[in-house]
């Protein structure tokens, strides 16, 4: 646990954690898409959260092969050390409308640099700082978190706004690669990314914590993709 907090201490934003760039140093250009907010909207639309801006982006091939890392990377969210349920999954997403959430509003770039602290005891993109974020409306999404939520109603006869707040308040996301991507199918030399610091490291903490407390009734996990 020690080791985590350890090695994200040392990151700062808006950029690859040390010892990734140190990883990916032979193909860091082949592989990351660094823009500022500014060439986003210059190159791409002025309203980054808007549809259009979204589809210019990706219309770019080369876009849609690279991790983008002028953001704040999520190697995990929740309260990881106590959550009772772990979701899996590959990296998180992106959108344009991520540049905003990331760089300009100022509650929700505090909680992003919390979550890498591991000082949060909820669920990150739940939080209700993160409401006007790409990762709120993502994770709000009627199939995903509520749809658990409303399972946890069903197996718990509580209320549905008690119920809510027990799932994101014991839900943790685990990702195999902790920087944004469009498409992270497209990316080629993906077994690099999976051998960087930060992903071996979360690949260390999930079978030497998270399956230990599997393995007692503890917890219970989700692998996504």
Known sequence: MQELKDFWSK???YKLHPEDEKDLSSIKDELCLHLSIGEMREKYGEDLKSEQTKINFNKVESNNKK?????IPVPFAGDIFNAKLYILTLNPGFTPGVYIDEHEDT???ELAKQNLRLELKTFKSLHEDAKNTEGYQYWSHNGRIPK????????SNTEYDES???TKDNLAVIESVAYHSTQFAKIKN????????SSQLNKKFVHDYVM???????AMVFVWR
């Open 148 to 155: 658990i939520a409303r399972e946890v109603q069903r197996l």
């Open 67 to 71: 991790l983008l890392t002028n953001l």
């Open 190 to 197: 993906k077994d690099k990314l999976f051998s960087m610091s």
């Open 212 to 218: 230990k407390r599997v393995r007692k009734n503890e």
């Open 164 to 166: 809510f707040k027990f």
């Open 11 to 13: 990151y700062e934003p």
């Open 107 to 109: 509650k929700y770039i």
